[in-house]
């Protein structure tokens, strides 16, 4: 009689789920201490419960500018490169043109150059045409770099639409723009905003190019870096778990209406 049959250990999974634990480890961190109670000033050995960081999120006048500073920069950055991304993800996917094989050289260089080189780059470039390092440079920095990752995104998506679909508009009688507005857009809007959110996640987290370029500027990753030295207050945490709070919930939102629209595709 035979034996029963081993059951196989499926090593994969265990696997993947040891690598999502690394990763979130420092999150779940943040956010348990984010209602921590610290009786110093550094704030890593648990010492009891409070709600009271969240009361006063906005106690350190420097902490809210650097926020301020980042979030804003980071919205410019998610917005223009969306745009620009956008146009130039559209042209690799669909169209041919001259010099459409060094676009995509320089777009993947951009993506995978060091930041150290990037950020020396860029600061060479406006020391030389004696422009100010400050706001506007990090924000023209930032752009730079996020708009090849959303290039990526939609020119993935590009390629993999249905051409019928469009020629189908035309035939109905929709114009250039109409059929655009009305039936490609709308298929390439859930590229467009990962591409969006890639752009804003990489802007609000970027500290070395920023550091490079951003002149008297302080953003979020420049101030806790600035006062690692002297111990972080506990709003850092608080400010960070809400950020990935509302980074989560647009995450969600955009699966969700992706799913609806493929379902009413079908």
Same mark, same amino acid.
């Given at each position: ?5 081993? #059951? #196989? ?14 990763? +979130? ?24 419960? !409070? ?12 902490? $809210?500018?650097?926020?301020? $500073? ?5 919205? =410019?950055?998610?917005? /223009? ?6 146009? *130039?993800? *559209?042209?690799?996917? &669909? ?12 777009? +993947? ?7 150290? %080189?990037?950020?020396? @780059? ?7 045409? $004696? /422009? ?24 993935? &998506? %590009?390629? !993999? ?12 009688? @929709?114009?250039?723009?109409? !059929?655009?507005?009305?039936? !490609?857009?709308?298929?390439? +809007? ?9 752009? +804003?996640? =990489? ?25 690692? &030295? ?12 809400? =950020? ?8 969600? /939102?955009?699966? /969700? ?10």
């Amino acid at each position: 009689m035979r034996g029963r049959a081993r #059951r #196989r250990v499926d090593w994969g999974r265990y696997h993947t789920w040891a690598v999502l634990a690394w990763l +979130f480890a420092p999150i779940v961190f943040m956010i348990v201490f984010s209602f921590n109670d610290p009786a110093g000033r550094h704030n890593i050995t648990w010492q009891g419960f !409070t709600l009271k960081w969240y009361q006063n999120a906005f106690a350190h006048t420097e902490l $809210n500018e650097a926020m301020f $500073n980042s979030v804003s920069i980071a919205l =410019l950055s998610m917005v /223009v490169s969306g745009g620009l991304g956008t146009l *130039l993800g *559209l042209a690799l996917g &669909r169209f041919t043109f001259r010099g459409k094989q060094l676009t995509n050289l320089v777009m +993947f260089a951009a993506i995978s150059a060091p930041e150290v %080189v990037i950020g020396a @780059a860029l600061l060479s470039t406006f020391l030389m045409m $004696n /422009v100010t390092t400050g706001y506007w440079t990090t924000v023209i920095a930032h752009v730079m770099f996020c708009v090849s990752f959303v290039a990526i995104t939609v020119r993935a &998506r %590009v390629i !993999t639409l249905d051409p019928r679909l469009e020629e189908a508009a035309r035939d109905l009688g @929709a114009d250039s723009w109409t !059929t655009f507005r009305l039936v !490609t857009l709308p298929m390439l +809007f859930p590229a467009i905003m990962a591409g969006g959110l890639l752009a +804003f996640a =990489l802007s609000i987290d970027d500290y070395i190019i920023t550091s490079f370029v951003s002149g008297d500027v302080t953003t979020f990753p420049l101030w806790i870096w600035g006062a690692t &030295r002297v111990g972080i207050p506990p709003q850092v945490n608080v400010m960070g778990t809400l =950020l990935f709070a509302v980074g989560l919930l647009l995450a969600v /939102v955009n699966v /969700v209406m992706a799913r609806r629209r493929s379902a009413a595709g079908d």
